[in-house]
């Protein structure tokens, strides 16, 4: 069984994880993906629809593993409002937040034995601390306690002129608050759907999104070789 894909770098990852590793993209233009051309890298992903079921069973031939699951779900916006309770967070935030979401997202597919220990952790700490500084996510709103501390946070892009996706969201009790909040955030700046993933394994998220109006638009298989 054949698959037919082309292989890109993932530079940015390969700095931060010190790894060198790329992303296999199908594509039935692309050339027959061996096992000679994967050779090169250290770690070689890819991400394929759910229902192809040709692909996974090539890729597994190839030496690939299923790592996780994910659920691509999308909101429409019609109808938020803002939470005058979320703030937009800033860079004295950073530290809590980085804490957190080392705390929140230490299992993911960034996890061992495919890469270090920490790499989870790293991984979206830096993520959130970048949203605060919007680069990549464009802005971090916060939920916090009557003492100050952040009890919840919800990291947010803008895609392009109808769509915004939420990056990060967590925090025990919040859910609701929170997807609110990403809502009329996105509504603010004129969007009309609001998109998020998460793992298939994440029972609490897939319940928190489908109870706040998602539909569930695509799945999709992670694998590493």
Not at 84 to 92: D, I
Not at 116 to 133: G, K, M, T
Request: some cysteine; overall charge neutral; glycine content about 6%.
């Amino acid at each position: 069984m054949l698959v037919r894909a082309s292989i890109e770098p993932l530079n940015w990852e390969n700095t931060f994880f010190d790894v060198k590793s790329a992303i296999v993209r199908v594509d039935p233009h692309a050339p027959v993906l061996t096992a000679d051309s994967l050779q090169p890298w250290e770690r070689v992903q890819a991400k394929i629809p759910a229902a192809n079921a040709q692909a996974l069973d090539a890729l597994q031939q190839l030496g690939f593993s299923l790592v996780e699951g994910e659920v691509d779900l999308a909101l429409s916006v019609t109808g938020a409002y803002d939470n005058p309770s979320a703030q937009v967070a800033h860079t004295a935030d950073i530290p809590a937040l980085r804490q957190l979401a080392g705390q929140a997202f230490a299992q993911s597919r960034f996890r061992a034995p495919w890469y270090s220990p920490d790499a989870s952790a790293r991984f979206y700490a830096q993520w959130i601390e970048n949203a605060v500084l919007g680069t990549f996510d464009h802005q971090c709103l916060v939920f916090r306690t009557p003492a100050g501390d952040i009890r919840g946070y919800v990291s947010l892009r803008e895609l392009n002129e109808t769509d915004a996706r939420i990056g990060l969201l967590a925090g025990r009790g919040a859910g609701a608050e929170l997807m609110q909040a990403a809502l009329g955030w996105a509504q603010a700046r004129g969007k009309t759907t609001l998109r998020v993933a998460t793992q298939m394994g994440n029972i609490a998220a897939l319940k928190r999104y489908i109870q706040s109006g998602a539909n569930v638009e695509s799945t999709a298989y992670w694998l590493y070789r």
